[in-house]
């Protein structure tokens, strides 16, 4: 059997399933659901809806990540790209890293002191998100401009 057809039987399966589980939802109405969830009681549909999802998403992550690996040692140009790609992306979060410094102000989160560390973590993602925005339009303004003078 081809694996084209088996990924089209599988689909369709969850697909029946998640029509099923969905109906079931619409027809107990969300008063009933919500009074049930604050009660304690058995929300049995909307728990297996909720596990269709999280296996329709495991198999997604699964044939997404077989399938970059699987390319990506077909050929040694696109290897070659992508740890270029990967190493420029991690020579970003390690200088964002080693600019932002801790935070001297005592923040607190759900009551407990965010330590020196998390505040130096969350200043270094900060960083790394301008740097790569900033590369990011200025890549496309490269990109416009060069296609403007041709």
Not at 83 to 109: H, P
Not at 124 to 129: C, D, K, L, Q, R
């Amino acid at each position: 059997m081809n694996l084209h057809k088996i990924f089209k039987i599988v689909a369709a399966l969850l697909s029946l399933v998640g029509a099923v589980l969905l109906i079931l939802i619409i027809s107990a109405g969300d008063e009933a659901i919500d009074a049930a969830y604050k009660a304690g009681e058995d929300t049995s549909s909307v728990d297996q809806m909720a596990y269709v999802a999280y296996v329709v998403f495991g198999l997604i992550l699964a044939f997404v990540i077989v399938f970059v690996i699987k390319n990506l040692f077909s050929s040694s140009g696109s290897l070659k790209s992508t740890l270029i790609g990967v190493g420029a992306f991690g020579a970003v979060l390690i200088i964002s890293y080693l600019v932002s410094g801790g935070d001297t102000t005592a923040y607190f989160d759900q009551g407990v002191q965010v330590s020196d560390g998390n505040s130096q973590v969350v200043g270094a993602g900060i960083t790394a998100f301008y740097i790569l925005g900033i590369c990011a339009i200025g890549t496309i303004l490269f990109s416009g401009i060069k296609k403007m003078i041709k």
